[in-house]
């Protein structure tokens, strides 16, 4: 180790597309890192597999009744265990240095907050969660010191683009969108896509929820109230192009007619690496960019029409109080059941769409009102989809 302490880390959700991608650049760091905890929800066997590749300290997994298969699969390797969300809370109260939040959805939202409030570094790809609490969020890291970190590619883009001591100098921010599997088809070819289809992204490897965001460009949506949150600019100063390329990961535009840039591979690596590093750079094994082979960036308007969801999380971002929390926890449900064959994948948009038209409760001024809202709006949604026979 050099003489320097290595720096401690968790990750929160250490057994999906993000938290693998993460142990991949810790375990070619290994003198570099010592791994507080991983958690998951039910991948016992991933989880410990990766808990003893790493050493971690503790492993700790969402489903209590999986508890004893935990600890048979960790026998012998010394890594503590625990089971059950408090322990996926306290894991993330732990004070690692560096803590990746990639839980999928609003489940991650009480650990991302525990992790905030040591102060520490947080890696955040868990957006639903930033979407929901925004500024409970936001007050909580201020609160403390941490520092938070976009690791979502766009986010990290733009996080590298952005002048930070000078917020004054930006004009807009602009957000890539691949446009998703479906960019190309009609509304009339959108009526009848599968969950397999939805999954199938032309560029990036990703959870299955994620995956079907980006099809419905609710991702996008997401990503801009996300975005509202990370850099201080009005909501109407931030805007998405489609880029199917997914080579430029997104743009910041200043007052002088200046655009900078931040391109690279699609590989989840290198803006997790940038959290991982940062201030510094590290090396990652992702494929260069080669320009040539690019060869051209294309750039379209994206089509409100056939993926309203964009629209209503931009009304969401103009409108902000309880909204988002609502968009957020309806969409996670629309998602799920669509992935389950239960609702169309053009009425994902339209689930969200009507639980925020009937639902209209105070912004939410803490954690536990993002609960609430939260879970009345998925009790909405669930309700509503229960209404659809297929
Ligand atoms: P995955 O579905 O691949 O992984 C989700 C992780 O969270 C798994 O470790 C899973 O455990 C765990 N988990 C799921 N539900 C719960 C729960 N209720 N309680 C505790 N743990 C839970 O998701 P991704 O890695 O794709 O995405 C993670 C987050 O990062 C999302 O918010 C996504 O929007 C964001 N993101 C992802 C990108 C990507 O490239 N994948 C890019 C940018 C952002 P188990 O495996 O046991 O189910």
């Known amino acids: ?71 048979d699969a960790l026998s012998g390797s010394g890594v503590e265990t625990a089971a059950g969300d408090e322990a996926i809370v306290e894991a993330a109260a732990l004070g690692a240095d560096w803590t990746m939040a990639a839980i999928v959805g609003c489940a991650g939202l009480r650990p991302v907050m525990a992790a905030l409030r040591q102060g520490r570094t947080v890696a955040l790809a868990n957006k639903e969660a930033l979407v929901s609490a925004g500024d409970v969020m936001t007050r909580a890291a201020s609160e403390s010191g941490a520092t938070l970190l976009p690791v979502d590619s766009e986010h990290n883009a733009v996080f590298q683009c952005f002048d930070r001591a000078r917020p004054g100098s930006v004009r807009r921010v602009v957000l890539t969108a691949s446009g998703g599997p479906f960019r190309s088809r009609t509304l009339e070819e959108m009526r009848a896509v599968t969950p397999a289809e939805a999954v199938a992204h032309p560029n990036w490897s990703m959870g299955a929820k994620i995956s079907v965001d980006s099809a419905t460009l609710m991702n996008k949506g997401l990503e801009l109230i996300e975005a509202f949150h990370l850099f201080p600019l009005p909501a109407e100063a931030f805007d998405v192009v489609v880029h199917p390329q997914s080579v430029i990961h997104s743009l910041v535009e200043y007052v002088d007619g200046s655009f900078l840039a931040q391109l690279g591979a699609p590989d989840m690596r ?121």
Request: proline share 6%.
């Open 1 to 71: 180790m050099d003489g320097v302490s290595a720096r401690t880390v968790t990750i929160l959700g250490a057994t999906g597309s993000v938290g693998q991608s993460t142990l991949d650049l810790i375990e070619r760091n290994a003198n570099r890192f010592d791994v507080l905890a991983l958690t998951a929800r039910r991948d016992v066997q991933g989880l410990a597999a990766a808990a003893r590749r790493v050493g971690a300290r503790r492993a700790v997994i969402a489903d209590p009744s999986l508890h004893n298969a935990l600890k």
């Open 270 to 390: 290198i803006p997790i690496a940038h959290t991982l590093a940062w201030p510094e750079r590290m090396e990652t094994p992702c494929q260069r960019l080669d320009l040539v082979a690019v060869a051209r960036l294309d750039f379209e308007e994206p089509d409100l029409v056939r993926f309203p969801a964009l629209a209503l999380a931009r009304e969401v971002l103009r409108e902000k109080g309880a909204k988002p929390a609502i968009l957020n926890a309806a969409n996670e449900i629309a998602v799920a059941s669509f992935l389950d064959s239960r609702l169309p994948f053009l009425d994902i948009a339209t689930i969200a769409r009507q639980v925020l038209e009937g639902y209209a409760p105070p912004a939410p001024a803490s954690l536990d009102d993002v609960i609430e809202i939260d879970a009345e709006a998925r009790r909405r949604a669930v309700e509503l989809v229960g209404e659809y026979r297929l």
